[in-house]
């Protein structure tokens, strides 16, 4: 049997390989502030992230949160911030940091990690339930609706917008969906990370009526598939509860968890 890494061998490369200007590919303007990337998107959306801290200790920690803050506080265009925290940096004080400073913590997610190759496996579907890749704009916008609607937001463009902008970018980005009797009933991205090994499996959601039976890892099996065919040996992807037992059944493993804060104006 081949070889296979394991989640500390996973985590590294995760963090030396998606932890650069790699992780914020349709970003609009990325400001250096100490170790921090302050990322600037549309819509008037941004995201800090690094690779790490550089050793600062909880009073650096604390000078550094304001400073971040008041960066998008100056452009007025920016509405919301997720500052993105991962369970295994050296960070000492960041959550209180991140709260004392108007940031609320939203529901951590598990960040599973694995080869592709595991993934490409056959999954029968349920009879009626076909996949295909989708690019045209419908079809772009009644998946995002699908979407919002799974995940109990209201339907907006502001996905789909994103989305075509991004496909018509041709950066190997790839909508999927399951379908049934011609309604979209789950769905799902392939993110392939250009300078790296890896592609993203995101956005995963499925109407209630038709989970747990097959579809999603389905999705996820097809998207493995085009990934190794891109090149992409590992995937990786961040997972509600949902989601995570499937990749783990499917074979990626967690290697951490993230938990998103987040500041709006």
């Not at 018509?168 to 399951?178: E, P, R, S, T, Y």
């Not at 009526?209 to 097809?222: D, F, N, V």
């Not at 967690?254 to 938990?259: F, L």
Request: net charge negative; proline share 5%; glycine share 8%.
């Amino acid at each position: 049997m081949p070889w296979v890494k394991t989640a500390d061998q996973l985590l590294a490369t995760y963090d030396e390989q998606l932890r650069t200007d790699a992780e914020t590919p349709s970003a609009l303007a990325v400001t250096r502030l100490g170790p921090l990337r302050l990322v600037t998107y549309a819509h008037g959306r941004g995201f800090v992230t690094y690779r790490d801290l550089g050793g600062l200790d909880a009073d650096g920690i604390r000078r550094l949160v304001p400073q971040a803050r008041a960066h998008y506080e100056s452009d007025a265009t920016v509405n919301c911030v997720e500052w993105k925290t991962r369970a295994h940096d050296d960070a000492p004080g960041l959550p209180d940091a991140l709260v004392a400073n108007g940031f609320v913590p939203e529901e951590s997610e598990s960040i599973m990690v694995g080869e592709a190759r595991v993934l490409d496996v056959e999954v029968p579907l349920p009879r009626g339930v076909t996949l295909r890749e989708v690019s045209a704009d419908a079809d772009v916008r009644a998946m995002s609706a699908m979407q919002d609607e799974v995940f109990g937001d209201p339907v907006s463009d502001e996905s789909a917008d994103a989305w075509l902008r991004r496909l018509a970018l041709a950066d190997g980005m790839q909508l999927w969906v399951a379908e049934a009797e011609g309604r979209m009933i789950s769905a799902g991205r392939l993110e392939p990370v250009a300078g790296t090994d890896f592609a993203g499996i995101w956005g995963g959601a499925t109407r209630p009526e038709w989970r747990g039976k097959g579809i999603y890892r389905a999705l996820t099996a097809a998207r493995a598939r085009r990934a190794l065919h891109l090149g992409k040996t590992l995937v990786h992807s961040d997972s509600t509860e949902f989601s995570r037992p499937i990749l783990e059944r499917a074979g990626l493993v967690k290697v951490s968890t993230t938990t998103p804060y987040v500041w709006r104006r």
